[in-house]
């Protein structure tokens, strides 16, 4: 069947027409070193600190300061208005990763900038469990908690950062912030936008393993009050360490900004986003060892006249802000997006038993998904002086519909669970485990199903956060959230739905005994119904689930923070237990069992972090977090109790650092660790720990011209950074040099 060489050739020239174009208006490197110190930073991304240092030449900004002192990977502030007031303030674990941090690190994707805070384990998924970004947040599931700009985007993909500002990672329970799920904690992905100042940057990278990337990033003040921006990438690569796998995307990004130097302010946003894949679902566990199979890591199982993953995204918002004569602001976010996940990807034996005798399955999963978001938030924030003390405030409600249609596509496979015998190898539905092809040439039938499961989703709710200053030391912060939630699930098979209305709060209790310090208790709570996913994640609907009540987790975590050497540097450590007494669990046994609200988990740590400049010339960002994450009570499972929590490391280690050797050149890396991931609840099926080291060195010719050095993976260390709950582990990719040159004019 030809339709998948079909598809990626029309999308290669599509790519290799946006790359030309984009070299043709001006040379390109990475879209993350587009967004560099050049560029004006967003005022809403300002602390009230920070000022901007100009030549006075060309009036180029060259880095964003506080105090006077350049901030490299530190960050002040979050965009979101639920928080009135700065990070340091502030009685949560927040990581702000920006754009200097991805630069350095050359993460040109979303899994990859998550590597710069420990914490996060990666997770994957096959079929009815989407293939896609899967951060695993203190243990749970964050696919369907990642949001842009404030609002949720639950559909499953791939996602870029061609035209990211910052990533804002909550740690703990944030429901009062993100409404349903959001157990372990939520993901908030601040983008590009149009703002005052003139400048273009453009960046070119080529590399190993057929490298070859492009991006452009222009502002242009339109008038003084107006402003357009717009960012274009081109990426084309293969997988270092991983036979056969490539895959290439494009993305364009517009935004205009009007208002600028007036009291209303409106942004108008459109990103597109297409990536076109050979899928890799790395290699087969060993049942019996419950590692993977030991076999050459470059081993791929897939098939190239076969698999295939399509993933489009398009979002079109709106964000408008009004300042009142009183101090007070008004705020408004609408979204309506519309993401596409379509994928037929081999996994490898599918638990059939025949990697004991040397041979894989090419058995199939598949997706083919939409999904459609249209929503929007209202918000009203300020300060007010009561009784003579400073009240923050920020009072806002959400509305949203979701919905998701997904089908899937059967493939002729076989069936390998009665072995791999000559007649499965002779149609390569079966291959050699020590030496597969991908060049088989397999002659099966695929079939699109026209049976799809259609999910809707709405939601209502209303919110509010205030801070207190009780005098110049004491602070209380309290928030409060009520959702309602209803979900409904519509197939050939069943109709099923699931109606729940749900409060969560938050309370802290802020000590500052210094003006550059602060120590703190809070208490906060989540709440995840049935279907969190919209169906198109891991929490999905089911008869077996629709009846039941959402899941409640409670939090504790006592913390501190402190700015050094003027603000440069930001250190925090914080100790936190969460709870959950009603986890949906397995009555009985069997797939598809029925489940009750009777588990219990438990997840005890504590985390330390810094970032910053540690002395003028050397930065840094990272920090460690032990986890010790426990399945308390399983329900019928009860052989599991006390075993750890799936994809969920005890210990994780996350350092980067660079220092300017000179005015001209500077060098650094990054070193990260995991300890042992199990895969499963039953804690049979595992991954080993891994360390991993970078390197990057920068070098800038002129005030124009700046080129660097990555190499990912300095050792080719081959690890795995994805354990699946059966199956199969994701192999991370071999080490890989990238060369890049960035233009700022």
Known sequence: MKITHRRQGRVRIGAQVLG?????????????FAATPETVPDKTLESPAHAVKKDKKDKKVEHMVVNGDYQGYNNHRVQSGKFTDDLLNSAKTITVINQELLKDMGADSFSDALR???????????GGNPYGDRPFIRGYDAQSSTFINGMRDVGSQSRETFNIEQIEVLKGPSSVYSGRGAVGGSINIVTKKARAGDFINADVAIGTDALKRAALDVNKELSNDAAFRLNVMSHDA???GRDQVSGNRWGIAPSLTFGLNSATQATLEYYHFESHDIPDYGIPYDQQSGRPALVDEDNFYGLLNRDFRDNSNDIASVIISHELNNGLRISSTSLYSRNTNQYIVTNPDDSAGNVANGYVWRNTKSRHSATKTLATQLQLAGELTIAGKPNRFALGTELSHERTSNRSYAVATGNGRNGCDEAMLNSYNCTSLVNPNPFDSWQGSITLSDNPTITDTNTRSLYAFNTLELSDAWYVNGGIRWDDYRSSSESAQANLGNDADFFNYQLSVLYKPAHNGSIYAAWGTSSN??????????????????????EDTKSYELGTKWELFHGRLALNAALFQL?????????????????????????KGFEVGFSGNITRHWHGFGGYTYLDATLENNGYSSAYNGNRF???AKHSISLFSNYDITRQLSAGGGAYYMSKVYGNSANTLWVPAYWRFDLVSS????EMLTLRLNVQNLTDKRYYDKAYAAHFANMAPGRQAILSAQFSF
């Open 116 to 126: 710069a805070t420990p914490g996060i384990t990666l997770g994957t998924g096959e």
């Open 238 to 240: 293969k997988t270092p």
């Open 579 to 603: 709870e959950k007494n009603n986890a949906r669990v397995a009555t009985e046994a069997g797939r598809g069992a029925p489940q009750a609200n009777i588990g219990k988990q438990q997840v």
């Open 646 to 648: 799936p994809n969920t």
């Open 699 to 702: 070098f800038r010719v002129n």
């Open 20 to 32: 030309s174009l984009t070299l043709g208006m001006t040379i390109s490197t990475s879209p993350l």
């Open 529 to 550: 119904p049935p279907g969190t996913s919209n169906g198109d994640g891991s929490d999905r609907l089911g008869s077996n689930n629709e009846a039941l009540a959402p």
